[in-house]
């Protein structure tokens, strides 16, 4: 795991970028991260003693010959190293096949 949390801010400027899914070695497969957006609640959120609910989500781009199944990679990127994350393939766009990554956390208190 990376020393830093991975938050939306961080994602946010990796967008097209590569992401190696780290399966047994040396198999990798390599994702881009298509999209970085950020979720919002719809109606009145009732006030959090600890802050705004981090919700946003990543979809990234991957190979359209495999299909990663759903669960936990670990995956690597130049920039942050390596992480976990839990990976949803959602479906043909083109060539590609799409993944989806979903988080919704309560900020740490300070």
Same mark, same amino acid.
């Given at each position: 795991?990376?020393?830093?949390? *991975?938050?939306?801010? @961080?994602? =946010?400027?990796? &967008?097209?970028?590569?992401?190696? $899914? *780290? @399966?047994? &070695?040396?198999?990798?497969? &390599? ?12 109606? !009145?959120? !009732? =006030?959090?003693? $600890?802050?705004? $609910?981090?919700?946003?989500? *990543?979809?990234?781009?991957? !190979?359209?010959?495999?299909? @990663? =199944? ?5 995956? &690597? ?19 590609? $096949? ?13």
């Amino acid at each position: 795991m990376p020393d830093r949390e *991975l938050t939306y801010d @961080l994602f =946010a400027g990796l &967008e097209k970028t590569k992401f190696a $899914v *780290l @399966l047994d &070695e040396p198999n990798r497969v &390599e994702l881009e991260l298509a999209e970085v957006l950020e979720l919002r609640q719809r109606g !009145p959120q !009732p =006030a959090s003693p $600890v802050g705004k $609910v981090d919700s946003f989500s *990543l979809t990234f781009h991957g !190979p359209g010959d495999r299909v @990663l =199944a759903q669960r936990t990679y670990a995956l &690597e990127h130049e920039q942050i190293g390596r992480f976990e994350l839990f990976l949803v393939p959602l479906g043909r766009a083109g060539d590609a $096949v799409q993944y989806q990554a979903i988080f919704n956390r309560l900020p740490k208190p300070a």
